[in-house]
């Protein structure tokens, strides 16, 4: 283990648990914009008030948490065993989440200018695919079944 990361060990990981926590919100709450959003006639003040809030969330929680998610959990990363499996699928299923987090991010340049295609139901549904990932995650961070 590197000196700094064994010296500084337990406050990185704190810091990616924080980052992961703000993120996962970002996650959570995006899709959920969008089903309102869907309902919002476009230009309307209900419309333009749903991008500023889903462009802010993006831009000024979502994005610099993902990068300090990948900051913090890339130095917890560089001390673990590679050969556990548990580890393995976890980075898997972040990966998951990061294309979420890109498919949102998408998805609000559609609603940003005022062609958004998909109706509330698809977005309800994607609300829950970051909750799965997360589920999946936390048990192999926890429990470490292989």
């Known amino acids: 283990m590197s000196e700094f990361i064994a010296v500084w060990y337990d406050w990185i990981k704190a810091l990616h648990v924080i980052a992961v926590i703000a993120w996962m919100a970002g996650l959570l709450y995006l899709p959920r914009l969008f089903v309102y959003h869907c309902a919002a006639a476009p230009g309307s003040e209900l419309s333009e008030t749903l991008k500023n809030m889903e462009r802010r969330l993006l831009r000024a929680i979502m994005n610099p948490a993902q990068g300090a998610v990948f900051l913090f959990g890339g130095m917890l990363a560089w001390v673990q065993d590679w050969s556990q499996g548990w580890l393995i699928v976890k980075l898997l299923l972040v990966a998951g989440l990061v294309l979420v987090h890109h498919l949102l991010a998408l998805w609000r340049k559609d609603f940003a200018v005022d062609r958004n295609i998909r ?17 999946g995650i936390v048990i192999l961070v926890i429990v470490r079944p292989f």
């Open 119 to 135: 109706p509330a139901r698809f977005y309800r549904l994607w609300n829950e695919v970051p909750t799965a990932l997360m589920v």
